[in-house]
């Protein structure tokens, strides 16, 4: 199943404008992706209600929600979560790592519209499982996913894609708040609960920031030097700090420089310019 996965994603990516800089060069956003699929039992999922909030779905939750606005019927012992990482191309990081305080527009392009190709994988994978009869659903698309802003420590979301990339073994979490794969942090990725028991990959990981220089061996740290708003400190990443700087200085520079009608919402310096941009650090050393 994994490699049909890639071969839609890779599909995708080969006809699909949504994976080009068309306002700029035409090159191509996404470099091959990486896929795996963790069981939607997990425990790791029924955790994650504690360490983000009880407000977050289980892939349960994610089917049962989707069956109400479906003819299909969930069926009990058949959970699954397929997950994918869209790395970044190389053209794409060496821009934004030649930046300092403000991302590059190429960086600015990619993010965008290359957030765009994100949802046609998942509305893509959806409607293949569908077609099979199956129940599917990408949680950060369904109409239950919602952004929640007001909490102490920065806002968080009801569903997350890099918590679910964990619980499937394609990596672990930085100092940065960012997920370091075997590709690196510069990277995009996505997630789909299929109704289907599914051949599941094993994590190679016990600490979830095993991939993270700086957490792993207190060595590094770049992230930090790289941050303009001094947002990421030993302590972690502030994320109110971090917005903060985004809406202070991105909002002007997304509309007037790159053209994009948006909401400062990424920067991407700090997984620029550093040791675990297009890579993993630490593949030797499973910690």
């Known amino acids: 199943m994994i490699k049909k996965i890639q071969e839609i994603i890779e599909s995708l990516q080969e006809t699909s404008e949504l994976n080009r800089l068309v306002d700029l060069d035409g090159r191509k956003i996404y470099d091959e992706p990486l896929v795996s699929i963790a069981s939607g039992y997990d425990p790791l999922f029924q955790d994650y209600k504690n360490i983000i909030g009880d407000f977050h779905l289980t892939p349960e939750e994610v089917i049962r929600n989707t069956e109400k606005r479906s ?24 821009a934004n790592a030649k930046k300092d305080v403000l991302p590059s527009i190429k960086w600015g392009h990619a993010y965008i519209n290359g957030e765009k190709f994100n949802n046609l994988v998942r ?66 990725c996505g997630s789909v609960v299929v109704n289907k028991k599914l051949p599941i990959e094993e994590r190679k990981h016990k600490n979830y920031m095993g991939n993270c220089l700086f957490a792993s061996k207190g060595i590094c740290g770049m992230c930090m030097e790289r941050c303009p708003a001094y947002a990421i400190t030993a302590k972690g990443h502030d994320k109110v700090k971090c917005k903060a700087y985004r809406d202070r200085l991105l909002g002007d520079f997304l509309h007037d420089t790159c053209g994009l009608d948006i909401l400062p919402n990424y920067c991407g310096l700090c997984q620029t310019g550093v040791p675990c941009e297009s890579t993993n650090p630490m593949k030797n050393d499973r910690t």
């Open 71 to 94: 003819n299909l019927k969930y069926l009990e012992g058949e959970l699954s979560v397929i997950c994918w990482v869209l790395p970044f191309a190389k053209h794409i990081i060496a």
């Open 123 to 188: 509305s893509t994978l959806e409607k293949y499982f569908a077609k099979k009869g199956i129940l599917a659903s990408a949680p950060v698309i369904a109409a239950e996913w919602r952004r929640i802003t007001d909490l102490p420590g920065g806002h968080t979301s009801t569903w997350s894609e890099r918590h679910a990339l964990f619980a499937a073994g394609l990596g672990t979490f930085s100092i940065n708040d960012g997920f370091i794969t075997e590709k690196g942090i510069a990277m995009r």
